[in-house]
């Protein structure tokens, strides 16, 4: 497994060791041994599966309190995805980072705590997976406002119309957002 940094601390690309033929292919999506020898100890409570047609946008979700850290991969079709730090003490607070997660490329992004996480669906028939270090609580989330200019995130929208549930539309800009110390 190859691990990748990105321009925010902790948020990592993910390429699993793939092995086909023209049978298909075999990759193990999770091993906690091989994660812990990268220096990724992570425990997870809960497994996530949506599916989105072309278009539709998701995010920028977290929560707060109890953050959830996520690794995130897609199975069909392809997302672009992106991570905000959340975090005011980091360095990269308010730093967007994003990446496109697809079938072909089978990368994995893994979103730790402290991030807001959201994506918008390239394809049809896109099956996004989250494993999640913390449950679920509707309580406690929050949605950041996905195309706050503060935040500077290039989405590849050329031909696409956003489609969001009216909790996104409602996201608050940075500048207002609930955020971690």
């Not at 539709?56 to 392809?78: C, D, F």
Request: glycine letters at 10%; charged letters at 25%; proline letters at 6%.
């Amino acid at each position: 497994m190859k691990v990748i940094e990105t321009a925010i601390a902790g948020v990592l690309i993910i390429e699993p060791r793939v092995f086909g033929d023209d049978r298909g292919f075999f990759m193990e999506s999770w091993n906690a041994r091989a994660f812990r020898e990268a220096g990724l100890d992570i425990d997870f409570v809960q497994d996530n599966h949506s599916r989105s047609a072309r278009g539709v946008l998701r995010g920028l979700h977290y929560q707060s309190p109890g953050a959830q850290g996520k690794l995130v991969r897609v199975t069909a079709g392809a997302v672009y995805d992106v991570a905000v730090d959340m975090r005011r003490s980091s360095p990269t607070f308010g730093t967007a980072v994003g990446v496109e997660l697809s079938a072909a490329n089978k990368r994995m992004f893994w979103v730790p705590e402290g991030m807001a996480h959201g994506f918008l669906c390239l394809e049809d028939g896109t099956d996004f997976l989250y494993k999640c270090r913390g449950y679920y609580d509707p309580a406690n989330e929050h949605s950041l406002l996905w195309n706050d200019p503060a935040l500077g995130i290039d989405w590849p929208l050329e031909g696409i119309i956003p489609q969001l549930s009216a909790k996104d539309m409602a996201g608050k800009p940075l500048a207002e957002a609930v955020t971690f110390p």
